[in-house]
């Protein structure tokens, strides 16, 4: 007897197919609200993953929907007493059974009506109306697609959680070079500005990329020349279309003593523009202290001469042509180098050491903040000059493009934390005096655990936490990425309301950092394939298990289709006078 495709067995009464029945919940294992076990019916298979619901009718309730996630799958032989009875089964000298069961973590109770599923219920694979019930995707008002699950189909996360309205902030966790955290954060990036939740904000959005992998993340703008029609089907699922970003800028450091500034890159020719500080700015807005950005700078005994210093120079230094400052008792300083030799003969004079530091200073104090100067005068000097005739725009913006890009990777680590620190002070600071959050800002920052440290304190780490404390207010999403989340700031990571995790180290996963994940989840991780992600938002119960498509923009250089660029030529592909052939 078959009712309702489960063979030799009585569906329940009010039971409703949801997709095709997999099995029954079982009656030797105990079911809770919380979770509960399934027996599948021969020929069936779940994997995990899978998301199932089960009915129960509830008196004074009505139906009760009860749907999770298969969180484990065992198999074994019923009627086997010791380990040898494999061989003795598989020769048929033995009667057993092969039984596949399966674990339910319970994602929701609609309506919230918290009765264990009945031993002997239904279990059906989640339809397309359940699946979105059972993954809290009906309630989402706004979504955006994160990629697809195992069973193929798309999984959603809730665009509150990340615009601020109810959550903020992206935490990506995993090993470099196998986990693709970049690639996630850029794939997200890309859904949010195409899936249309922007609406009218979206040509006004803007997203801030610290590029720290070679010259990997210049070519957002180009297509991928190994995008297949298998990857161009991914994104159709998804509901976005299979093309490059629109908008891409991208800001590199000039060439090494290169007197006119050309940036330094080797691949991209269009679309680039270099950046570096003049003499006259590092004076003014106080830079100084980000050239002491290290937490170890915080703990040394100078980090108060620090602050000395970069006010005095704010007040006493004199802009001249082309970024070059003049200080009291000292010449033009054209080069950061000039700059540095000045400040160290005035403080290493008797005389004029009070003058800039304000109180006696022990000589051992100014003799370690002009060391760590000193060695900042290499990594620096390209970035921070007035040696550049003309005045031409050198500033990082994000007014130029959707996507702006900040080359960082020709710059030694002490140069990059400086451009770090100083980029976002300035954006974060223009989102705070334009007085609304939106348009949104979204900075993607890789080696989150190298900026934002768990020990120590530094003038970078304090921005991040004001990004992860103050940022959803003001519109400033950040979405950071780390190897280990267990060495980032705890209150950076705690802020962050969607929490993604890669391939993990398996000393890492073991972390209470981790704590949102599940443990069979967390031993996934440690085997989890590049593209496979394991994503926590607050809404939903359970991590899901999510593989977004390839990327349809190059990755690399060598991916990248050329753009054909305009002529300037305008009559270029006239037809020639000569070619030009009367109709008579």
Not at 230 to 245: I, S
Request: hydrophobic share 45%; charged share 20%.
């Amino acid at each position: 007897m078959i009712e309702n495709g489960v063979a030799g067995r009585t569906a329940t009464p009010g039971a409703v197919a949801s997709g095709e029945p997999v099995g029954r919940v079982l009656g030797t294992q105990a079911a809770s609200p919380l979770s509960f076990w399934i027996g599948l019916e021969p020929g069936r298979v779940v994997q995990l993953d899978d998301v199932v619901v089960t009915r129960r009718e509830v008196p004074g309730y009505g139906q009760v929907l009860v749907a999770g996630v298969v969180a484990a799958v065992e198999a074994r032989h019923e009627g086997a007493a010791y380990d040898s009875d494999v061989f003795l089964i598989a020769d048929g000298a033995l009667p057993a059974a092969v039984v596949e069961v399966a674990e339910v973590r319970v994602t929701r109770v609609e309506p919230e009506v918290f009765v264990p599923p009945l031993p002997g219920e239904v279990v059906y694979r989640a339809g397309a109306g359940d699946r979105d019930q059972a993954l809290y995707f009906d309630v989402m008002d706004r979504r955006i697609p994160m990629g697809t699950g195992r069973d193929g189909q798309p999984l959603y996360v809730n665009f509150d959680f990340l615009d601020g309205t109810r959550g903020a902030h992206v935490s990506i966790s995993g090993v470099s070079g196998v986990a693709t955290k970049t690639s996630f954060a850029t794939f997200l990036l890309y859904s949010i500005f195409n899936s249309g939740v922007l609406q009218s904000d979206a040509a006004n959005t803007k997203a801030l990329i610290f590029s720290v992998k070679g010259e990997d993340l210049l070519f957002l703008d180009h297509p991928n020349s190994r995008l297949d029609a298998a990857a161009t089907a991914a994104y159709d699922r998804l509901g976005l279309p299979a093309k490059p970003f629109g908008s891409v800028h991208v800001f590199a450091p000039p060439r090494p003593n290169d007197p006119n500034a050309v940036p330094h890159v080797a691949a991209r020719t269009h679309g680039v523009s270099a950046f570096y500080w003049t003499l006259a700015e590092f004076c003014e807005e106080e830079l100084l202290r980000f050239v002491f950005a290290d937490a170890d700078d915080e703990r040394a005994g100078y980090s108060l001469l620090v602050g000395q210093v970069a006010a005095r120079l704010a007040s006493w230094a004199v802009p001249v042509e082309g970024g070059a400052v003049k200080l009291p008792e000292g010449g033009v300083c054209r080069t950061f180098s000039d700059l540095v030799d000045l400040l160290s003969d005035q403080l290493m004079d008797e005389a004029s050491r009070i003058t800039w530091t304000g109180a006696q200073t022990p000589l051992g104090t100014v003799n370690a903040f002009l060391r760590r100067l000193r060695s900042a005068v290499r990594p620096l000097s390209p970035i921070i000059r007035g040696d550049v005739a003309g005045g031409r725009p050198h500033s990082i913006r994000t007014s130029d493009a959707q996507v702006s890009i900040v080359d960082l990777h020709n710059l030694p680590e002490r140069a990059q934390r400086f451009v770090v620190g100083v980029v976002l002070r300035g954006e974060f600071a223009r989102k705070e005096s334009s007085g609304t959050a939106r348009p949104l800002l979204f900075v993607v920052l890789d080696e989150l655990n190298k900026y934002a440290p768990r020990e120590g304190d530094s003038p970078i780490k304090e921005i991040l936490l004001d990004v992860a404390e103050r940022g959803r207010s003001l519109g400033v999403i950040l979405i950071g990425a780390q190897q280990t989340a267990s060495e980032v700031e705890r209150r950076i990571v705690s802020n962050s309301a969607v929490r993604v995790a890669g391939r993990l180290d398996p000393a890492e996963a073991s972390r209470s950092e981790y704590g949102w994940l599940p443990p069979a989840v967390r031993d996934r991780a440690t085997i989890a394939k590049p593209g496979t992600m394991f994503v926590a938002q607050p809404e939903i119960p359970v991590p899901l298990a999510v593989a977004f498509p390839f990327p349809a923009w190059a990755t690399r250089p060598s991916e990248a289709v050329p753009i054909r660029q305009p002529s300037a030529d305008p009559f270029q592909g006239l037809v020639d006078e000569e070619e030009d052939i009367p109709p008579f």
